[in-house]
């Protein structure tokens, strides 16, 4: 799926004008993206969504209790009543990554039902917050500082909204990263944190699917159009253009990428000039 030319040129826009504002709004950036992978999506399908996660927010009980009742409560509804959850299958799909997708299967990766978690139960007037996970994300309710307290509770969304104790979340971590669990870990990830990852996602996803190198491309550009990305990421782009044959401008975009890194690795930055050169010497 391609998005038309002059839709994705606005809604990257919009895209990048939101990703700038003072607070995100993280369920719009998401479907902007949507809008990047599914042409059939409008401004339309943008609103029935948000009224969807208006509407589930409203299925929620009046301020249930504590982060362990908001936590229960939420997973009820959306892992329960609903039937929100992942499985293995969902990491091939690229639907998996696209919020608006998600929100008509009930199904998608640990990211985006977490998106979904967030955003109803935000709505409702949870205190939740994403929690960036090394290859797992789950959801906090509660007090981010205060983890294995009553002050905190973790919900594994992909796993039906899960309650994970000390124990769960520190498996998870052994299992994902080979590491131990660590109060770092646990810190609210912010709305264009989670886009970023969500992209990078997406871009693995296409990486292994060379028919579908269109897909990285734009998710590289939107990453981007980020206020705080990778300098990497344009070397990367560039690569992606020459590959897919556009020599002129992955050429260009090589030489660029030198300029921002030749003041502290001059090495690295003569090594893509010649790469530069020859894109260019496949023009002849």
Not at 1 to 23: C, G, L, T, Y
Request: aromatic share 6%; proline share 6%.
């Amino acid at each position: 799926m391609r998005a038309q030319p002059a839709k994705s040129s606005e809604w990257r826009r919009r895209f990048a004008d939101e990703a700038r504002s003072e607070r995100p709004d993280l369920s719009l950036l998401c479907l902007l993206l949507s809008g990047e992978a599914d042409p059939q999506l409008d401004e339309a399908g943008i609103d029935a969504a948000q009224i969807e996660l208006d509407a589930l927010a409203g299925q929620l009980p009046y301020r249930p209790g504590g982060p362990a009742q908001w936590a229960a409560a939420v997973s009820e509804l959306l892992g329960g009543r609903h039937g929100f959850h992942g499985t293995a299958t969902d990491y091939q799909r690229l639907e998996s990554s696209l919020l608006h997708e998600v929100l008509r299967r009930r199904r998608g990766l640990p990211i985006l039902l977490s998106v979904v978690w967030i955003e109803v139960a935000r709505r409702a007037g949870a205190p939740v917050h994403g929690v960036a996970l090394p290859g797992h994300f789950v959801v906090g309710f509660g007090d981010a500082e205060a983890y294995g307290t009553p002050e905190q509770v973790l919900a594994d969304p992909f796993n039906g909204g899960r309650l994970l104790t000390g124990e769960d979340a520190a498996q998870l971590v052994a299992q994902t990263s080979g590491g131990k669990l660590n109060p770092s870990l646990l810190a609210p990830a912010d709305p264009l944190n989670i886009m970023l990852r969500i992209l990078n996602n997406i871009r693995a996803w296409a990486a292994a699917r060379s028919e579908r190198s269109h897909v990285a491309l734009w998710a590289l550009e939107l990453s981007l159009l980020l206020p705080a990305h990778p300098a990497r990421l344009r070397y990367e782009r560039a690569q992606l253009l020459v590959e897919r044959g556009d020599f002129l401008e992955g050429a260009r975009g090589l030489d660029e990428y030198a300029d921002v890194v030749e003041s502290i690795e001059p090495t690295t930055a003569e090594r893509v000039r010649l790469q530069a050169r020859a894109a260019r010497a496949k023009l002849n």
